[in-house]
Nanobody, 124 residues
Framework: QVQLVESGGGLVQAGGSLRLSCAAS????????MGWFRQAPGKEREFVVA????????NIANSVKGRFTISRDNAKTTVYLQMNSLKPEDTAVYYC?????????????????WGQGTQVTVSS
């Protein structure tokens, strides 16, 4: 069983920044892509960004392009989401997830394990 634990969420003003972390228990962490998704109240969970097994490729949603950056530290089995220039519409619960694929897929159904989520609230 793989465990993913997110941290770093909170309340921030529009234009501010937050850095989310996701620590994974997976021993083969470095072999698989990781992704971040988010879910706002009343909406479906949507793809935000993903990173390949070695960090060489990323896949990012247009809505956050230029503002969000994903990175990973395989030695620490941790993936990060740096969020800059935050907007009120970024308010959501953010989830990290792992897939058995090595490439950064944006397909939610390709992800096998999910964290419990961390709340990000951006005030206007």
């Amino acid at each position: 069983q793989v465990q993913l634990v997110e941290s770093g969420g909170g309340l921030v003003q529009a234009g501010g920044s937050l850095r989310l972390s996701c620590a994974a228990s997976r021993r083969t962490f470095s072999s698989y892509a990781m992704g971040w998704f988010r879910q706002a109240p009343g909406k479906e969970r949507e793809f935000v960004v993903a990173i390949s097994w070695n960090g060489g490729w990323t896949n990012i949603a247009n809505s956050v392009k230029g503002r969000f950056t994903i990175s990973r530290d395989n030695a620490k089995t941790t993936v990060y989401l740096q969020m800059n220039s935050l907007k009120p519409e970024d308010t959501a619960v953010y989830y990290c997830a792992t897939t058995s694929r090595s490439w950064p897929t944006n397909d939610r159904d390709e992800y096998d394990y999910w964290g419990q989520g961390t709340q990000v609230t951006v005030s206007s």
